[in-house]
């Protein structure tokens, strides 16, 4: 157990709809990343966050955003969903920037 | 900018079978590099990782050595069990210039009894 809490795990619904990942970070832990894992296109970081300020951003669309509250936690929001968003989301997280990340099993969006 | 160039994949290999999957990376200065293991279904968990130049990362019997001089972090075992049978990624991390893992594409490794 990495400690890295997602919620849900599995999510189903349709194309132009939105949807909200969450993650709880590992206790202590002030970073949080997201990725996103497709078959296509391997695992991509997507953004992190640094005690609640966006720290660096990577291949991110603006359809998504993200956000960390301040008890740490993170949201993961998409919106206008296409069929090609579906995937593997996962959040990880460290206790500062560039240490070892600790990865939560995932949440596996499907867009019907 | 930075990468990581990880053997295309599937691997198959028998049990007890000696594991090499090559890495390379592309990158200025001197970045932090990891070798990430995922189960089916999980997550992924950190195997090992090195910090800086002809340091040896070990881990449950997997070794990678940082070597500079060829930019690679070849990850090896020397007897494979069906256990292993995962998908693992290399990964490098610039610790004082930037927030990003750049990660391979990741190799699937079959062990079969």
């Known amino acids: 157990d990495s400690g890295v809490t997602q919620t849900p795990k599995h999510l189903i619904t349709a194309t132009g709809q939105r949807v909200t990942l969450r993650c709880s970070p590992r206790?202590?832990?002030?970073?949080v990343y997201w990725y996103q894992q497709s078959l296509d296109q391997g695992l991509q970081f997507l953004i992190q966050?640094?005690?609640?300020?966006?720290?660096a951003k990577g291949n991110i669309l603006e359809r998504f955003s993200a956000q960390q509250f301040p008890d740490l936690h993170s949201e993961l929001n998409l919106s206008s969903l296409e069929l090609g968003d579906s995937a593997l989301y996962f959040c990880?997280?460290?206790?500062?920037?560039?240490?070892?990340?600790?990865f939560g099993d995932g949440t596996r969006l499907s867009i019907l | 900018g930075d990468s990581v160039t990880q053997m295309e994949g599937p691997v198959t290999l028998s049990e007890e079978a000696f594991l090499t999957i090559n890495c390379t990376y592309t990158?200025?200065?001197?970045?932090?590099l990891f070798w990430y293991v995922q189960y089916p279904g999980e997550g992924l968990q950190l195997l090992l990782k090195?910090?800086?130049?002809?340091d040896k990362g070990s881990n449950k019997g997997f070794e990678a050595t940082y070597r500079k001089e060829t930019t690679s972090f070849h990850l090896e075992k020397g007897s494979v069990q069906v256990s292993d049978s995962a998908v693992y990624f290399c990964?490098?991390?610039?610790?004082?210039?930037?927030?990003?893992?750049?990660f391979g594409t990741g190799t699937s490794l079959t062990v079969i009894p």
């Open positions: 966050y640094y005690n609640g300020e966006e720290r």
């Open positions: 206790s202590g832990d002030l970073s």
């Open positions: 090195a910090t800086k130049a002809d």
């Open positions: 990158a200025t200065g001197y970045p932090s």
């Open positions: 990880a997280s460290s206790r500062l920037d560039s240490q070892p990340q600790h």
């Open positions: 990964a490098l991390i610039q610790p004082y210039t930037g927030n990003q893992f750049y």
